[in-house]
């Protein structure tokens, strides 16, 4: 895999930017991947992570619409970026080829 390393909490977060697709932004990605992951996340690190993402060339964002369930603001909505998906496409293919190399003996009959 060339170019920026992805961390594990940095591949949630922009996975589930892709997953979103249009209606990305801080909150609805915290709230989707608390849910998920079945714990409570803290918004400014979801938010930190979305910039850091940004800075790496892996997402872009822009401003929404103003809203008035929040009070006339806009929301920041992100988008991935080329980079960002051949980042996810690569992370998937060497998961699965790792994954598939397994052993089964090396399980110890576990599950």
Do not use: C, N
């Not at 209606?23 to 709230?31: I, P, T």
């Not at 822009?62 to 970026?81: D, N, Q, W």
């Amino acid at each position: 895999m060339k170019g920026e390393q992805l961390g594990e909490f940095e591949e949630l977060v922009l996975l589930t930017i892709a997953y979103l697709y249009e209606r990305a932004y801080s909150v609805a990605v915290m709230e989707e991947l608390s849910q998920r992951l079945e714990r409570p996340l803290s918004l400014g690190a979801v938010h930190r992570t979305m910039q850091r993402l940004e800075e790496k060339g892996m997402v872009l964002s822009h401003l929404g619409e103003a809203t008035a369930e929040r009070g006339g603001r806009r929301k920041r909505l992100f988008t991935v970026t080329a980079a960002g998906e051949q980042a996810l496409h690569d992370l998937r293919r060497i998961r699965h080829e790792l994954w598939t190399g397994i052993p089964q003996a090396a399980w110890g009959g576990s599950l």
